[in-house]
C-alpha cells in the first residue's frame, strides 16, 4: 500500500486524523450527525436518491474577505462549513505527523486550499478544493484533471466530460470509483477543473461512503453551477 493510500484510508476511518492534520479541518462526527449508509461497493450503495438535484445556497467562497481565497468562488450548500487549510502544518514539528500531512495537503502537482464540511449538515464528507500553479492553458483542463485523479492511487472507471458554469467558467469534470486499500471498500468520487490565469483550481467531492457521496451531491452540483471568476 502507497503511503497516500494509507494516510487516505486512515482519514476516512477516523475523521479525527484529518483535524489533526489540517489547521481549521472540523472534529469527528458527533451523535448529531445521521448514520452513514453502507456502501458494501460502489455498484451496490445508494444514497438519499437526490442525484444532480441541486442545493440552497447558504453562503459562497472564494472572494476577498470569504473563508477560503480562491481563484474562483463559488456557493456552499446551507449549514456546510468552509474553513482554509493551512499548509505550513506540513513543515516542521513530529516527522511521521509532517509525512502524513503532506500525504493530505498534496495530490500529484496540486495543492489543498479549502475544505468545505458537510457535517454541520448531517453528511460525513467534505469538499476540497485543491489549487495548481500558473501557467497551464484552457485546453489542458481535461490532461490536468486525469493527472490529479492518477495521484490520488488506486482509481477506476473514470469518465470525463466537459462542463461549464451559470457564468460560463467552463472545464472538465470526471466521475469514477476509488478503491481504499486501508478499508477494502470501493467508492464514488467526482471532481471537475477549470483552469485560471493563476493556475488550474479543482473541485472535488469525495464523502466517507457512496451512500455519503451521493447524498452531497446537492451541494456539489451547487458549486459547479455557480462557480464563477474573483
Request: glycine share 12%; proline share 3%; hydrophobic share 40%.
Amino acid at each position: 500500500m502507497t503511503v497516500r493510500g494509507a494516510v487516505r484510508g486512515a482519514a476516512l476511518a477516523q475523521v479525527a486524523v484529518l483535524a489533526g492534520l489540517l489547521a481549521g479541518c472540523s472534529q469527528p462526527a458527533d451523535d448529531g450527525a445521521k448514520p452513514s449508509a453502507s456502501a458494501g461497493g460502489a455498484a451496490d450503495s445508494a444514497g438519499s436518491g437526490k442525484g444532480d438535484d441541486v442545493a440552497a445556497s447558504g453562503g459562497s467562497v472564494g472572494a476577498a474577505g470569504s473563508a477560503c481565497e480562491l481563484p474562483v468562488a463559488f456557493d456552499t450548500a446551507e449549514n456546510w462549513k468552509a474553513e482554509a487549510i493551512d499548509t505550513g502544518t506540513a513543515e516542521g514539528g513530529d516527522e511521521v505527523a509532517a509525512e502524513l500531512a503532506e500525504a493530505l495537503l498534496h495530490q500529484g502537482s496540486f495543492t489543498a486550499a479549502c475544505e468545505i464540511d458537510a457535517k454541520p449538515a448531517g453528511n460525513i464528507g467534505f469538499i476540497r478544493v485543491w489549487t495548481g500553479e500558473a501557467g497551464a492553458e484552457t485546453g489542458d483542463a481535461r490532461a490536468l484533471l486525469k493527472e490529479f485523479v492518477k495521484a490520488e492511487g488506486d482509481t477506476s472507471k473514470a469518465k470525463y466530460s466537459d462542463f461549464s458554469s451559470d457564468s460560463e467558467v467552463s472545464g472538465a469534470e470526471v466521475e469514477y470509483l476509488y478503491t481504499s486499500e486501508a478499508l477494502d471498500e470501493t467508492k464514488k468520487e467526482r471532481a471537475f477543473l477549470t483552469v485560471t490565469a493563476e493556475g488550474p483550481v479543482v473541485v472535488h467531492l469525495g464523502g466517507l461512503d457512496t451512500g455519503e457521496h451521493e447524498d452531497m451531491l446537492p451541494a456539489y452540483e451547487l458549486a459547479k453551477r455557480t462557480l464563477r471568476a474573483t
